[in-house]
């Protein structure tokens, strides 16, 4: 699996992120219908009288006013009026993530969705690759395992966690998979041996890439998979219930530009990072918590 010595990196952001999650919900009840019905109407009338007002604009103002009110008014560029600067060019500013110039920009987000669930990361853990982020964001842990493909320093445990037999069943409180689920191109029985790996009630917490370069290191001959959202929450629900399943995407235009040019974390405005944008999930997190035991019937 992939190692992350290099992920270990301080962040000082905790959080504080603006997003708003998407629901599980069948759709709207009809009475909600209705209401939708008569504002498509509405927002029909109003859009038909916006055109006709921009077509009258466009024909009758001169080039420099329509621009200026084009950028203050409506919030647009007028076409070929965009300054690239530095993205001006075909290859990326680094291949690597932004390794070589400090900290992946994805990082803010997988070691923030760590943060907020630190208090899962407890009991007999397992971490692939290492256990960095375990020793990091865990406490009251009382037996840590390491998973990897190759005989390591930590590796507690060899194999493919696709593969039957190389879990124990039943046997972790918290599981940790960052940046690794995608390398695996049969995901479903990943997943479903990372449920039966985990105790009744306990917590995988995995990341997997959204908007990405693929990998142009020893991990890109293996790179099989990028996910929304929406593929992550069905992957999951095949092996865990609705109810214990959290799946978020984090990311926007601006941190899918900066993180496709390999752009480091201490060179972007963070504040801009916070703003989720769902059309361009940069990073997408699932909190898997395994059923409980039912009691025995009395």
Known sequence: MMSRTSYASDLDSKAGIDHRPGTNSAGPTPSAKVCFSSVSKSISTKGAKQLRF???LSRNLPQPLKAALGRAILGKRPVGSIDFGD???SSPINRHFGYHRGTPIDRFYIESFLTSHANDIRGRVLEVGEATYSRRFGSGITQQDV?????QPEATILGDISRDGVLPVAAFDCIILTQTLHLIFDMRAAVAQLE???KPGGVALVTVPGVSSVD????GGGWCWSLTAHSARLLFRESFDDQGLTVEAFGNVYTATCFLQGLALEEVDRDMLKHCDKHYP???TIRARKARAKPPPN
Do not use: K, P, Y
């Open 54 to 56: 921009r077509t009258w």
């Open 87 to 89: 993205f001006a060019r």
């Open 147 to 151: 998973l990897h493909v190759d005989e």
């Open 196 to 198: 039966r790996a985990l």
């Open 216 to 219: 142009a290191g020893e991990w």
């Open 282 to 284: 940069v990073t997408v």
